[in-house]
């Protein structure tokens, strides 16, 4: 049993130019908005309010970027997990749901029912992503036993790891968790017996209301 588990603070990345139009971003590399930069600032901010030893990012770029200002304030170089990339969304990449149901209404519609039985067409298998991603944050809190860990990553591809983390079954991940907001930061502690979910979608600017 681990005495002490690892802390994860899980980030989706900052906001980027397909996101107003809801378009699926899996594989293809795809650019911050002036949003998405000031989120990625708002992040950092936090990060330096907060205890973080170390960051960890996929090999896509718009995670990498929205780690960036956090890696600079707090001096630290960030590991690059390439299991931690997005799913591959097939035959979806950069378009939208409503366009996919345009065209096949009835795929569309199972896929709504019930995403890992039927993915889109061309799509990597759902479970094959959970699985990569969950055997991927092991490997981190491996690295840092007992610390405090960002993870910036992608919002399908968190959602499936929390939910295996969760023992709750993949194919309600986008009915229990609809979405994770840009760098907002959801706080998980993964031991030897498994993932506890501390906190979901928190986000990083700070409350003024108070």
Known sequence: MTIFPTTLLL????????????????????ALTDEGR????????????HPVDAIWTSTVSRAIETAEPACRA????????????????????????????AEDPKWAESYVAD????????????RTAAARGTAALR????????QRVLVVAHNTLLRLV?????SIPLG???????QLRNAAVSEVQLGDEGGALLSLNVPCAPDVSS
């Open 139 to 146: 490997r981190i809190a491996h690295f840092h036993p007992g």
């Open 11 to 30: 980030a989706r990345h900052g906001q980027t130019v397909w996101h107003s139009e809801n378009r699926y971003a899996g594989v293809s590399e795809v």
């Open 38 to 49: 000031h989120q990625a600032q708002q992040l950092a901010e936090w990060a330096v309010r």
């Open 172 to 178: 309600a991940y986008r009915r229990v968790l609809p």
């Open 74 to 101: 707090l001096g630290l170089v960030p590991g690059r997990e390439h299991d931690l990339r997005e799913c591959d969304f097939g035959a979806v990449e950069g378009r939208t749901l409503a366009e996919f149901a």
């Open 162 to 166: 929390l939910c295996e983390l969760l």
């Open 115 to 126: 995403p890992v039985t039927h993915p889109f067409p061309g799509a990597e298998d759902p």
